[in-house]
Antibody
Framework: EVHLVESGGGLVQPGGSLKLSCAAS????????MSWVRQAPGKGLEWVSN????????YYVDSVKGRFSISRDNSKNLLFLEMTRLRADDTAVYFC?????????WGRGTLVTVSS | DVVMTQSPLSLSVSLGQPASISCRSS???????????LNWFHQRPGQSPRRLIY???TRDSGVPDRFSGSGSGTEFTLKISRVEAEDVGIFYC??????????FGQGTRLEIE
């Protein structure tokens, strides 16, 4: 059975940092593109970043470029999102998701709240 | 960035009745190899999204055949032949042709009348 479990969310002050993790199991992790998608309270889905299977290719939405960094550890089936210089508009539930053509898996999300 | 526009933004449908959601992209979603990367997702209240359909019309494993996707170029449609109670939630279209960034529609909220 496939599992994606995010962790690391919480309350952080504006300008602060946080590192999210996503533990994957039940599928060939290293073969999947992995993504972070966020959802602000009461709002729609926003793609944040993704990374290819071997970690050599990474993309970001413009609003997080230079502040967020995606990475993965295929030996431990872990995906990460390092977030710095956090702003109030980064407040959201952050989902990790894994994709190949025929499969698409999502975690349950972890809430990040940026507030003083 | 490709803008995805859904309509309607909310839908109230009786059980057993059909429903249709439209998604329009600001530019053609046909990739250079001829593939169209248009997906549909469903998010039930309090849950994470689930992909229903990829590449316009291919249903994901386990998705009931009452869900169907169609369209081409910039105009796409998700149809539910007979709405069931478990379909309540928000439906999103998403394009993966011209990225980054991957972009989603605003979402269409489905409720039961």
């Amino acid at each position: 059975e496939v599992h994606l479990v995010e962790s690391g969310g919480g309350l952080v002050q504006p300008g602060g940092s946080l590192k999210l993790s996503c533990a994957a199991s039940g599928f060939p992790f290293s073969e999947f593109w992995m993504s972070w998608v966020r959802q602000a309270p009461g709002k729609g889905l926003e793609w944040v970043s993704n990374i290819n299977g071997d970690g050599s290719t990474k993309y970001y939405v413009d609003s997080v470029k230079g502040r967020f960094s995606i990475s993965r550890d295929n030996s431990k089936n872990l995906l990460f999102l390092e977030m710095t210089r956090l702003r109030a508009d980064d407040t959201a539930v952050y989902f990790c998701a894994g994709t190949v053509i025929t499969d698409n898996y999502w975690g349950r999300g972890t809430l990040v709240t940026v507030s003083s | 960035d490709v803008v995805m526009t859904q309509s309607p933004l909310s839908l109230s449908v009786s059980l057993g009745q059909p429903a249709s959601i439209s998604c329009r992209s600001s530019e053609s979603l046909v990739y250079t190899d001829g593939t169209t990367f248009l997906n549909w997702f469903h998010q039930r209240p309090g849950q994470s999204p689930r992909r229903l359909i990829y590449r316009v019309s291919t249903r994901d494993s386990g998705v009931p055949d009452r869900f169907s996707g169609s369209g081409s170029g910039t105009e796409f449609t998700l149809k539910i032949s007979r709405v069931e109670a478990e379909d309540v939630g928000i439906f999103y279209c998403m394009q993966g042709t011209h990225w980054p960034p991957i972009t989603f529609g605003q979402g269409t909220r489905l409720e039961i009348e």
